[in-house]
């Protein structure tokens, strides 16, 4: 019995460590594309184009929410900062939408794992729910819950002024070492705040494609009932993802195995649609919003992914572009001499050079405008960072609200000393010199 059961977790973590190895050269290269995208592309005007209703401010949501990071818990953040400070609540809601379901490393990671066919409908399907849920929320979503919830943002202080840095042209930033340094900042710090999801997700993907019955899922997600099963599908497939507790792209593997096992086509995309609904997030919108708003946002927010999802299956039933066949398993059991081989030793390479770049950005002049989060490791910028706190005399910045909780709550064993935040940042030395504290405060250089 005991040998048994040592077998399945065996069985299990083989599963989800070859999963990661087929897709690592896809995620090294989303990483890298997107932490390039960030650095090049300045958030700092996002409030000003932002601020008035109307599908312009929407699509100019949209666009900068497609560069930016895909970590929930950081697009969430940002989009309450972005509110808080003027943004309309329906643009900032699909800045949201946009940078967890339209970014780079989701797309191709879903190819490769699953097909190039989630990928399309992962981008058709997102541009629909963005567009839906402008719909939708303008009547569910009226001015005066949405003043309350900026009433509730403001006076608790989300809403701190921009110190409006100075940039460098884009030109010259393409250009320089410094530019190129924070691009790699931003690519390793979004490996390493994203390090959980990623485990987590691979891991109970692995166990979950091995472990658990078809049967089982079968049972759960109705099939040959025509329409009837498709609808129920795309609803209860954001349910698993609320009790999953996994988000951002670590709902990718799941969905994989959601798909070896049965559920539609539908339903997989809306389960990855609905990483902004986990419960954890939940209660950062209660937190952030009040329940009134909180209730409206999950209703809101199930039928548009509901939706999205349904509307993607039907478009892609018509034009015969659903996968006939499903996979009886996601990823190779053993290691072998091919492209995806290939393709990953070439990431370790790149990844290699992008995190000595990062740790010695110092050097060539980069991370002046930056902090890195000392407890989830993001790179974030100092003028739109969606939390800070004083600490040691300096100020420390945040990717979100749920960090700065984390690191305010956090006990040390000796009171005394400030706290080892050089465990998460990229370099010591440039964190001290750019990134966690505030060096204006102390009558040094602006940043």
Not at 50 to 78: E, F, K, Q
Not at 419 to 442: C, E, F, G, V
Request: proline share 3%; net charge neutral; glycine share 10%.
């Amino acid at each position: 019995m005991a040998l048994t059961v040592l077998q399945a977790i065996g069985s299990g973590l083989r599963e989800g460590f070859f999963m990661f190895w087929e897709t690592l050269w896809a995620l090294v290269l989303g990483f890298v594309l997107s932490g390039s995208v960030q650095a090049f592309v300045s958030r700092g005007e996002m409030t000003r184009v932002l601020g008035r209703p109307g599908w312009r401010s929407v699509a100019r949501a949209t666009a900068l929410g497609a560069v930016s990071s895909s970590c929930s818990y950081a697009a969430t953040a940002m989009a309450k900062s972005l509110f808080a400070k003027g943004a309309d609540f329906i643009a900032a809601m699909a800045f949201m939408f946009a940078s967890t379901n339209l970014v780079i490393e989701l797309g191709v990671v879903l190819a490769v794992l699953i097909g190039w066919q989630f990928t399309a409908s992962e981008f058709v399907g997102g541009l629909f729910m963005i567009a839906l849920f402008a719909l939708v929320g303008r009547v569910v979503f009226g001015e005066r819950i949405v003043a309350a919830a900026r009433r509730r943002l403001v006076g608790s202080g989300a809403a701190d002024p921009d110190d409006a840095a100075a940039r460098a042209p884009l030109s010259a930033r393409l250009r320089s070492a410094a530019g190129w340094s924070d691009a790699a900042s931003y690519t390793i710090a979004d490996i390493t705040m994203l390090r959980r999801e990623l485990l987590i997700g691979f891991g109970v993907a692995g166990f979950l494609a091995v472990l658990v019955p078809d049967a089982w899922w079968q049972a759960l997600f109705l099939t040959g009932h025509g329409f009837w099963s498709s609808l129920e599908n795309v609803i209860v497939g954001p349910f698993i993802a609320i009790i999953s507790f996994v988000c951002s792209i670590g709902n990718v593997p799941l969905a994989a195995a959601l798909w070896k096992s049965g559920i539609s086509f539908g339903g997989v995309v809306s389960f990855i649609f609905a990483d902004l609904i986990t419960l954890p997030l939940l209660l950062i919108y209660r937190r952030y919003y009040g329940w009134a708003m909180t209730l409206r946002l999950l209703g809101v927010f199930w039928f548009v992914m509901s939706a999205a999802g349904l509307a993607v299956e039907l478009l892609f039933t018509a034009l015969h572009a659903i996968p006939q066949t499903r996979p009886s398993q996601i990823a190779p059991d053993a290691f072998g001499l091919n492209v995806t081989t290939l393709l990953d030793i070439i990431a370790i390479a790149v990844l290699a050079g992008f995190w000595w770049l990062a740790r010695n950005r110092a050097r060539f002049g980069g991370g002046r405008l930056y902090a890195i989060d000392p407890v989830c490791g993001m790179q974030v910028e100092r003028a739109t960072a969606p939390a800070s706190t004083g600490s040691g005399g300096g100020r420390v910045y945040f990717c979100s609200d749920h960090c700065r909780d984390r690191f305010e709550n956090r006990s040390y064993e000796d009171a005394g000393k400030e706290p080892a935040m050089a465990h998460h940042s990229i370099h010591d030395h440039s964190m001290h010199d750019h990134s966690i504290h505030d060096q204006s405060m102390h009558g040094g250089h602006r940043s």
